[in-house]
């Protein structure tokens, strides 16, 4: 069964600085994508970025971008220059062809600091 | 302006009583998803559907039930069975890309 770990409940990060979320996963599949998601307080899940699992270069957009390591099976994501409205829960999610499904993490919580 | 549209907003629902939670996209997405999140436990699928007429169990469809008769409406039928339904309940749509879209919520309190 394919599980996305989160191993870190809360974070917090300066305004300005910058952080990185951490996450893992398990699959024997060798194709699939990679997510990540913002949940701010109005709880609209937003997608932030992707990665497809084929592609050996890592996503970015703007501020945020990923490290994604196959092998490892690690996909972090590094938010830059940090600020106020980057505030919210920040949910993986693996994304398997087979079956269509998506599998979240338990999500980590970002607090920016003014 | 086209997105998924969740309704209501808040339910309250006594012990005993069944009810249906809406799930309305205008993106002309085929798959459709709804997920129950609780705190500390992500988001888990409940139910799936790739196409009209047809849908899936997910991981926790025990005391759900869904039916997909068009393909803009996903509703989700919180029934007696659920033992335990307190929970904000999130429906989604994925597009061809197959990124999620998701609607806005609803949050359920049993009273």
């Known amino acids: 069964a394919q599980t996305v770990t989160q191993s870190q409940p809360e974070m917090s990060v300066q305004e300005a600085e910058t952080v990185t979320l951490s996450c893992t996963y398990d699959t024997s599949e060798s194709d699939y994508y990679l997510f990540w998601y913002k949940q701010p307080p109005s709880r609209q899940m937003i997608l932030v970025i992707r990665?497809?699992?084929?592609?050996?270069q890592n996503a970015t957009e703007n501020r945020f971008s990923v490290n994604f390591q196959k092998a490892a099976k690690s996909f972090s994501l590094k938010i830059s220059d940090s600020q106020l409205g980057d505030a919210a829960m920040y949910f993986c999610a693996y994304y398997r062809y087979t079956g269509n499904q998506f599998y979240f993490g338990t999500g980590t919580s970002l607090t920016v600091i003014p | 302006d086209g997105g998924i549209t969740q309704s209501p907003k808040y339910l309250f629902r006594k012990e005993g009583q069944n009810v249906t939670l809406s799930c309305e996209q205008n993106?002309?997405?085929?798959?459709m998803y709804w997920y129950r999140q609780d705190p500390g436990q992500g988001l888990r699928l409940i139910y799936y559907?790739?196409?009209?007429?047809?849908?899936q169990k997910g991981d926790i469809a025990e005391g759900y039930s869904v039916s997909r008769e068009k393909k803009e409406s996903f509703p989700l039928t919180v029934t007696s069975a659920q033992k335990n339904p307190t929970a904000f309940y999130l429906c989604?749509?994925?597009?061809?890309?197959?990124?999620?879209?998701f609607g806005q919520g609803t949050r359920l309190t049993v009273v």
């Open positions: 993106l002309n997405h085929d798959a």
């Open positions: 990665q497809e699992a084929y592609k050996q």
């Open positions: 559907s790739q196409i009209v007429n047809d849908f």
């Open positions: 989604a749509s994925t597009n061809r890309e197959d990124e999620a879209f």
